[in-house]
């Protein structure tokens, strides 16, 4: 498959295509579809690995099924779902109530099987039902290289075709198709967005306070407010390494800001080495921070969502994540520090002229494909419903953006979600997360040994080391 650039690139035509909606209704025309290469871009501050300068032909085609009936036919249909999570939780929350939804305004004849596995395991699940030929209609993955391989294979539907076939191409913000085509370096789209994200630092504002610490903007700014909140016995940051990549996601944080944007594509290139000194030194980083207790104990036993909540709580002070977050923090029951306790930063800046300010860690999240095996015309109903109605059922019942237009207002969102949005919009270039260029078995090695860098039983140096083996070895 020849690749386009990976787009660890946003334009900042890109980010206000992402706003349109913002009023009291959104409407969406072609010349607000941006792409990821626009050449009128303020600011591009990443490239990435390019065989080709030509277009991309996925290997994955889609056998088109195109709609039978001006209006859904009201298929039977048993939809069977694999998600990371469970249908009471973050956007299990929004697929269970969508589903239920469709099946009452719509479509009585459908129904759901929903199957849920952990985030650590669900590339390895993926693999196994793919060996057994086995993928269930629609299932949560990963964007960026996972999802090559299976559209590669031939294992996945082409929603470009699906939202033509089915009319509901403009369903889907521009932002977002733009971003999960360069992710996945092909002319389509093989997946559905599940966020239009910005990651950074979350902030408690009473321990800020309590320990007398200001917002940092430089990273020496920074390591004083850690060593500041750890002397007036606040746990300084809620880590959430259980899960693995909340750790290599903070990794990834200090290695972009000392070597640039582009930093990780390089590696998965050839061009530089995990073990060249950058990337070790952010790995020291890292064990220094563990060491110096800014983790708390039992880092590795604490998953994401138990460090939200030690944030939301006042148990500590700081958690990097990503703007789905929102979602807990609209929730009163979780968010125990109100609708204004807590705040947000980028990550803070090394050297302005390596990576600014204003250049943020964005994705998609997690996303939805579909299975080309069980793809027939009811999952096309199906995906036109999802693809027009998430937009507004995220905002209304988490205030999020999920990378799909809204007709909705946004004006009576919480300050949360509007901090989410003007940070969005602010936003002038953009980089990748630690694992978007690896593939699967590097991925593996890299999150496998982030915990044990974590507790000091590998070195920086050795972590570093077994990364570049893992590459050395997937080439």
């Known amino acids: 498959m020849k690749r386009k650039v990976l787009a660890g690139i946003l334009s900042a035509t ?16 072609a010349g607000g579809q941006t792409e990821a290469k626009t050449e009128s871009a303020v600011k591009t501050e990443s490239a990435a690995k390019t065989e080709s300068a030509g277009g991309t032909e996925a290997a994955g085609g889609t056998d088109s099924v195109k709609p039978s009936a001006a209006e859904d036919p009201k298929l039977t249909k048993n939809m069977k779902i694999l998600s990371i999570w469970a249908e009471d939780n ?6 269970k109530a969508l589903c239920e939804k469709y099946q009452k305004e719509v479509n009585p004849n459908f129904t759901w099987d929903y199957e849920v596995v952990s985030s650590d395991n669900l590339r390895q699940k993926v693999a196994t039902l793919v060996a057994s030929n086995d993928l269930p209609d629609m299932f949560v993955y990963e964007s960026g290289k996972p999802i090559v391989d ?3 294979a031939g294992k996945l539907v082409n929603v470009s075709q699906v939202l033509k076939d089915f009319n509901c191409e403009d369903a889907l913000n521009p932002s977002a198709v733009s971003l999960l085509k360069s992710l996945s370096g092909t002319d389509d789209i093989y997946d559905l967005p599940l966020g239009m994200n910005v990651e950074g630092f979350w902030y408690n504002k009473a321990l800020f306070e309590q320990a007398g610490c200001q917002v940092p903007k430089t990273w020496d700014e920074f390591e004083a407010v850690l060593s500041k909140l750890k002397d007036a016995g606040i746990q300084p940051i809620a ?12 990794l990834n944080a200090y290695l972009v800001r000392i070597a640039g944007p582009d930093v990780m594509a390089k590696a998965d290139e050839g061009i530089s080495k995990y073990t060249d000194k950058d990337y070790v030194k952010a790995a020291q980083k890292m064990q220094d921070w563990a060491n110096a207790g800014y983790f708390g104990e039992g880092v590795n036993t604490v998953d994401m969502n138990t460090a939200g909540s030690m944030l939301m709580t006042g148990q500590a002070a700081i958690f990097y994540n990503g703007s789905w977050f ?3 923090l609209n929730d009163a029951s979780q968010n125990l520090a109100g609708e204004d306790g807590i705040g947000f930063f ?22 939805l494909s579909f299975s080309q095996k069980n793809y027939d015309e009811a999952t096309g109903w199906f995906m036109k419903y999802f693809a027009e109605n998430m937009g507004d059922l995220a905002m209304e019942q988490q205030g999020s953006v999920k990378g799909y237009n809204y007709t909705v207002s946004a004006e009576g969102a919480s300050g949360y979600t509007k901090m989410v949005l003007d940070t969005i919009n602010n936003a002038e270039s953009a980089f990748t997360w630690f694992e978007a260029t690896m593939d699967n078995e590097v991925q593996n090695v890299a999150k496998d040994g982030i ?5 000091g039983e590998l070195s920086a140096e050795d972590y570093m080391k077994s990364i570049q083996e893992a590459w050395d070895m997937s080439q």
């Not at 880590?239 to 903070?250: E, F, M, P, V, Y």
């Not at 980028?346 to 996303?367: A, E, H, K, R, T």
């Not at 915990?451 to 507790?455: C, I, N, R, S």
């Open 451 to 455: 915990q044990t860098l974590l507790t």
């Open 90 to 95: 973050d956007n299990g929350v929004l697929i």
């Open 326 to 328: 929102t979602s807990n």
């Open 346 to 367: 980028n990550v803070p800046v090394v050297d302005p002229y390596v990576s600014d300010q204003n250049s943020y860690s964005m994705n998609c999240g997690n996303i």
């Open 14 to 29: 890109m980010m206000t295509a992402l706003l349109t909606g913002c009023g009291n209704k959104q409407t969406s025309d």
């Open 239 to 250: 880590c959430g390494a259980a899960d693995k990549w909340g750790a290599t996601r903070l």
């Open 150 to 152: 299976l559209i590669e």
